[in-house]
């Protein structure tokens, strides 16, 4: 229910909540998306397999 929440709140669609952190000065949201099938960039197949993980840092006005 709580990560449901935040996916509404934030207007976060497709994506699961993984962890959200609390700090001082900042909160930080862990999310993961749903693979799909794709183009692989090396060889041009499609592909419905996940080739890397990315930490993506988002920052919001203060």
Same mark, same amino acid.
């Given at each position: ?28 949201? !862990? ?21 890397? !993980? ?9």
């Amino acid at each position: 229910m709580h990560s449901n929440f935040i996916n509404k709140l934030l207007n976060l669609q497709g994506v699961k909540i993984n962890k959200i952190s609390h700090e001082d000065s900042f909160i930080k949201i !862990y999310i993961k998306t749903n693979p799909r099938e794709h183009t692989c960039p090396a060889c041009g197949c499609l592909t419905s397999r996940v080739h890397d !993980y990315r930490n993506q840092l988002i920052k919001d006005l203060p």
